[in-house]
């Protein structure tokens, strides 16, 4: 028998059940597919999918700055500043005055890696939410972090910088990494024993952070709206310099041809690897020496260098620059994402 619809009926009713209606665009529609491109991609062009619109790298701009520099901060403050009113209610008190005076304690530090961390989040809802892609393309072509490939890098970046001390030692027969000491602050061993672990169990987030956020978002999305890859390699650079606050022009020239390197390392090697292993390594390593010396506030809040600190540090980048494209020929890594699949 034949049900009002024409059909057969096995549902016991006028016919079969409609179609559940398409989910609304926006905050909560389903995953966008693997495939986001008609064609291969550089990482700087990731974000030039077939929906692609001027307006979402401009809004994503906007969200993953106001948001880095404002919600996070303030947020991750709190936090810090409310777990230690809870655990540790002496520290309470000077916590935001050590914050705003730039003085640098345990967990000061803590608050400034875990805001700067929040800059990964930040990223990954911008690229799903302005572009309805997943936050795995902010990582790579493949996409995704490639793990071993990232533990590779951090090897590279270790053997670099011994290979860049012990030559520097033997050239000119001095300190290769110079950091500054208190000489008017007495360190007690608690203290130190604090930020080497504030160092070593959030530095590595800090470095992932400010890749993702420079190196990432802000290169994917300036590469969307500039074809152009060394207008999009030069005005990240420049940002990432120019974050870092008040310096000389050769602390300036430092930090911005270390934009440079990483930023061009990421385009040859079509992910964040590199430029993570290179900023987790020199971060982690200045960081720890300098807790040990007890000088870690001169050394956080830096704003003069030599041009000889510069020139030292172009070697070292130029090192990992060699051996990053040395094993990337050997491991014949693709820099381009792949379309879909045929048929």
Avoid: C
Wanted: proline residues 8%; aromatic residues 10%.
């Amino acid at each position: 028998m034949s049900g009002s619809g024409g059909y057969g009926d096995p549902y016991g009713h006028g016919g079969p059940p409609a179609p559940p209606p398409a989910p609304p665009p926006g905050w909560g529609r389903a995953a966008p597919p693997s495939h986001a491109h008609a064609g291969p991609e550089p990482y700087h062009r990731i974000l030039r999918t077939p929906s692609y619109h001027p307006w979402r790298p401009i809004v994503g701009i906007l969200f993953v700055v106001s948001t880095g520099v404002l919600v996070g901060p303030l947020l991750v403050s709190g936090a810090v500043g409310a777990g230690l009113a809870v655990f540790s209610p002496d520290h309470a008190g000077s916590f935001f005055n050590d914050l705003l005076s730039s003085t640098i304690t345990p967990s000061s530090l803590l608050a400034i890696n875990l805001s700067l961390a929040a800059l990964i989040p930040i990223t990954w809802m911008a690229i799903r939410f302005f572009h309805g892609m997943r936050p795995r393309w902010l990582s790579s072509v493949r996409p995704g972090l490639r793990w071993r490939l990232l533990l590779q890098f951090i090897g590279l970046a270790v053997v670099a910088l011994v290979l860049f001390a012990v030559g520097s030692s033997l050239i000119l027969g001095s300190d290769t990494v110079p950091v500054d000491t208190d000489d008017s602050q007495s360190v007690s061993t608690t203290t130190t024993i604090a930020f080497l672990v504030v160092i070593v169990l959030t530095q590595p987030l800090q470095s992932a952070a400010e890749e993702y956020a420079f190196r990432g978002y802000l290169l994917q999305a300036f590469g969307a709206l500039v074809r152009v890859r060394w207008f999009t390699l030069v005005l990240t650079s420049l940002l990432f310099a120019l974050a870092h606050g008040s310096q000389n022009l050769p602390l300036f020239t430092d930090r911005f041809l270390f934009g440079l390197v990483a930023g061009a390392l990421v385009m040859v090697t079509g992910g964040l690897e590199a430029g993570i292993a290179l900023h987790i390594v020199n971060n982690v390593f200045v960081l720890l020496l300098a807790a040990a010396a007890g000088g870690i506030n001169d050394t956080l809040n830096l704003s003069e260098a030599g041009w000889d600190t510069l020139i030292s540090d172009i070697a070292n980048l130029l090192v990992f620059a060699a051996l990053v494209l040395w094993w990337s020929r050997r491991k014949a890594l693709t820099n381009v994402t792949a379309g879909p699949p045929d048929g």
